[in-house]
């Protein structure tokens, strides 16, 4: 019998084989209601619901009890109303930035659902998240605010002080009735070494039409940029973000993939970004340019897949304390300057953890440089 993991990637390629057909059902033969209902639990904890769901349509709904089918069902419409209900939130947002000449850029959610699935229902997703400049802030939460989102961060004691820039990259902003989260943010990355003024992520922008409405999202190659840093900075723990890359790269055939390498190596994490090519064309054989295919064939990334590959099986319990994980990340930056500016990063840069410890006037916020490390030190060592 397949692993659930592996049951999923056969889910989640873009055409299946008489032969990968034939492996699947006779897996299913195999399972007892039980085993599908954990195989269900899997796929949905792996954000690739849609994909399974639509798999089991094409080719395996004859295999299957009523209950689990009627179960399939409800799982899927949950999944969908919900899409469109958080779609038809980004639309009213951007209305209403747009009524008060406030830029936005969604990324994520809907927005990738867009540009890689073509549709917002075939990709799962359960929040907004949306890039705004600095200044605009103020402008946006109260958008928000209006609309019944609560920050989930005091964001009046933190940002008369500049604090909440200082230090986060994002603001999560909940709404109790709807019980979703728009996460709101001015930089991509933090404690990182990875820079937003690199990307340039406001130039360039794309229009997209959702539901309608005409929409700027980020630049094919900051999106694709973005989306596979993202994944390596998370150690790539859902399998809905390597489905992501190969149906982004499917879906977009012009994109400037020397522009994508150009600004990797000036953030020095161009190793970062090329491990989830590589994992795209592992598990789903995503068409590359032959440079590229060439780059991922010359990186030695058979330890980390491994890992990797233990994580979405669910072999490690929990996922990687921060430590690890950074110590992970570290290896995978392109030389020892990216590696030790990294490293100098996460352990002095402050952040919302810092602050939560002790408020400190304006004067003394250098103090919380000092502060961080020894935090660090207190959770890790003793």
Known sequence: MLSNLQFAIYCCKTQLSEDDVSILKNDIQERDDESIRKLINF????????????????????????PIMVELEEY???????????TGELIQIHKLCADRS???????????????????????????????????????SDILSSRGYKPLYPIDKYKSKNVLFKMNNDCPFYHGKKNFVVEVHWDFFRKLALPTRVFEPWKNTELVNIKGHNVSILSPENQLLYHSLHGSKHLWEKLLWIVDLDRYIRSNPDINWNEILRKARTLGAQRLFILGIALSHEYFDTPLPQEIERVCKNQNFTSISVLIESVLNNECPGTLDSIAKVGKLITLRDNP????????EYVFKPGINEREMIILPKQLFF??????????????LF
């Not at 899927?76 to 958080?86: A, H």
């Not at 000092?370 to 890790?380: C, E, H, S």
């Open 367 to 380: 103090l919380y440089w000092l502060l961080r490390p020894l935090r660090l030190a207190k959770d890790y």
């Open 43 to 66: 796929v949905l904890s792996q954000q690739v619901f849609p994909q399974f769901h639509r798999c089991i349509i094409n080719h395996a709904t004859e295999l299957l009890s009523q």
């Open 76 to 86: 899927n419409l949950s999944i969908v109303v919900s899409n469109i209900g958080i």
């Open 102 to 140: 406030i830029r936005i850029l969604p990324f994520k959610g809907p927005a990738m659902a867009i540009k890689a699935y073509q549709d917002v229902g075939s990709r799962q997703f359960s929040d907004l998240d949306i890039l705004i400049e600095r200044q605009d802030f103020k402008s946006f």
């Open 337 to 344: 300057y990216f590696k030790s500016k990294m490293i100098l």
